[in-house]
């Protein structure tokens, strides 16, 4: 018989009668009055292996301990009645064991291996190995293998060419900080990991490549949050003669299989919000559309009004279902909330029959009241909660944050909710000394229709960028890029970028351009992002096998660490003395 014949945990009540060789690490061992029950688990789940007291391997059995590596050739039986397990796929059978070897020993794990309890982070990825051995761990980096696979399929179906770009290179302008690797034949020079691969994709499109993907692996020094890491992987897609709705198209088909390989059923077409409506309708450029609750725009209620606080002020409003029983306590804390996001003040009214009580309410009229209850429509019981601000997007993003708070015990109906957001604005604010900050990256097309306020009037410029946003989450983005080089100079001095910076850090992408740039746009998906919801998991670092903790250093083979002296000397690097 072969070293194995079958994985553990893929043993059903059809395997019956079957003679299996099975391998894997003790889970855990039980005697019971001579009989010695093993659960041997592999990376497809835990089969129970029974050994009575006349079996040759029982006296080894007995010397079991958790994770030691075994061998066992026996045969697949039902369990007796009664001893059935609803609750593990292999329940219903067991292995009877005609032969136990041990292939090797193990020292305690550091902690248990078992699904139920609760282990610190910092430990599980010092032992990320021993980590991994758990079933929920294993299923997400199956999960991520096989949406990998299915994404490759569907790109390659649509006629991409999948092509790796350097991970050597220069820096790319995702608006992060890079991670830079000096060069030792050249000291004093430094190689920057790719934020993306965006430069090269498009180089691609000029050399003719015309559909491009990559599970393209990118670097960005930013500060880590559940849903960021220094090193992520990218679904990077690039074509040419195509337009937006192209780019979406492929997108959705490649996504969309994606999810039906995992959930086994394909999502709904992914409804369209361009981003003024997802502000308005949400308070978010990534709305989470799985619960209503959605804002309103009371501004011309308060249009002419004598209080103060709204007067000539975008006002924005949401009605809360039934938290008009919220306390005193808890209303100053979403006050306070607010504030610390910026907003002036709150304002909240409890709805009571027809009526609503409130303390601001002697500051408006009868008028201003009827208008704002034809406005939000409210119920007895609910909570209406106000803000207001000189500038909509500010009161819209402050009550959007108030939205999710309160909104989290609602959403569940809808587990997976993908919105395309469209026509993001081109730039997201100005610099003090008054440079627009671009909201996507610099190769980002401006909206034909508004190319002649680029620089009169930036911040109402639409662009041809799109993200795709799934349970609020951004999943992923992209554009439609500048092709011509004019444009992308115009832009770049817009930023600030001269033409000697230019030239200098881009001077190959826009000399490309001098020798026949077709159209061209891109997207790219956030992978560890997508898997981490398709696993129902809160955090990336829950389908990365050996990500960095929440501040940058991995437990397991302790980087970053110093390097030796002699190494930096070859690099041409000193470092300042500790004080
Ligand atoms: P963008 O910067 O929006 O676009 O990145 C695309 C997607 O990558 C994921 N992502 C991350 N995931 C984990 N950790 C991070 N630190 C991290 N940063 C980004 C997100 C995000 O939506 N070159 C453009 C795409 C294009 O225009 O084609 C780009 O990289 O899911």
New binding site residues.
């Given amino acids: 018989m072969s070293l194995r014949t079958r994985y553990a945990g893929t043993l059903r009540a059809s395997d019956e009668g079957a003679e299996v060789a099975l391998c894997g690490w003790v889970a855990h061992r039980r005697d019971h009055g001579g009989v010695v029950f093993i659960d041997l688990r592999d990376r497809e789940g835990l089969v129970q292996v029974v050994l009575d007291p006349t079996s040759p391997g029982c006296a080894e059995a007995h010397r079991l301990r958790s994770e030691y590596v075994i061998r066992v050739e026996g045969t697949v039986r039902p369990r007796p009645e009664g001893t059935v397990n609803p609750n593990l796929p292999t329940g219903e059978v067991e292995v009877a064991a005609a032969r136990l070897e041990v292939l090797n020993e193990a020292e305690p794990p550091p902690f248990p291996l078992d699904e139920r309890v609760e282990v610190d982070e910092n430990l599980r990825l010092r032992y990320r190995y021993l980590d991994l051995r758990r079933s929920k761990m294993a299923e997400n980096l199956k999960v991520r293998s096989r949406l990998v696979s299915a994404l490759r399929a569907a790109m390659d179906a649509a006629g991409f060419i999948d092509v790796e770009t350097p991970t050597l290179t220069r820096s790319t302008p995702?608006?992060?900080r890079d991670f830079l690797v000096p060069s030792r034949l050249m000291p004093g020079t430094f190689f920057a990991l790719p934020?993306?691969p965006?430069l090269f994709k498009q180089l691609l499109m000029v050399a003719g490549i015309d559909r491009y993907y990559q599970v393209a692996r990118?670097w960005?020094d930013?500060d880590l949050r559940a849903?960021?890491?220094?090193e992520?992987t990218?679904l990077?897609?690039?074509a040419s003669f195509v337009d937006q709705e192209d780019v979406l198209g492929f997108i959705e088909e490649a996504v969309a299989s994606g999810v039906e390989a995992i959930t086994g059923e394909r999502p709904k077409p992914f409804p369209r919000l361009s981003w003024a409506e997802a502000m308005g309708r949400y308070g978010s450029d990534k709305p989470d559309t799985r619960f209503a609750m959605e804002l309103s725009d009371c501004s011309a209620v308060f249009a002419g009004s004598s209080f103060n606080a709204f007067a000539s002020k975008s006002v924005v409003g949401m009605v809360v279902p039934g938290r008009g029983d919220l306390g005193r306590n808890q209303l100053d804390g979403l006050s306070d909330r607010a504030k610390s996001l910026g907003a002036a003040g709150l304002v909240w009214m409890r709805v009571r029959d027809d009526v609503f009580e409130a303390p601001v309410l002697k500051f408006l009229s009868e008028e201003e009241q009827d208008g704002l209850r034809a406005q939000l429509s409210p119920s007895p019981g609910d909570l209406v909660l106000l803000v207001a601000d000189p500038i909509a997007r500010k009161a819209q993003t402050v009550l959007g944050a108030l939205r999710l708070d309160l909104g989290a015990p609602e959403r569940l109906d809808e587990p997976l909710a993908f919105t395309w957001v469209v026509d993001f604005p081109l730039f997201e604010a100005i610099t003090d000394d008054g440079r627009p900050i671009p909201a996507?990256?610099p190769f980002t097309r401006p909206h034909p229709d508004d190319l002649d306020r680029l620089e009169s009037d930036p911040l109402s410029v639409r662009s041809l960028a799109y993200?795709l946003v799934l349970n609020g989450i951004?999943?992923?983005?992209?554009?439609v890029r500048i092709h011509d080089r004019e444009l992308q100079q115009r832009i770049f001095s817009l930023l600030g970028i001269g033409p000697e910076d230019a030239a200098e850090r881009f001077g190959f992408l826009l000399d490309a351009f001098r020798y026949g740039a077709p159209p061209h746009a891109?997207?790219?998906?956030?992978l560890?992002?997508l898997t981490m919801i398709l696993t129902g998991e809160t955090s990336?670092r829950e389908v990365i096998a050996f990500p960095k903790t929440q501040s940058g250093s991995d437990p397991l083979t302790g980087a970053p660490a110093p390097v030796d002296p002699p190494q930096l000397r070859d690099l041409g690097i000193s470092l300042p003395r500790p004080h």
């Fill in positions: 995702e608006g992060a934020q993306s965006q990118c960005r930013e849903d960021r890491q220094f992520f990218q990077d897609v690039e996507h990256h993200d951004e999943l992923g983005s992209g554009s891109g997207f790219a998906v956030g560890d992002r990336i």
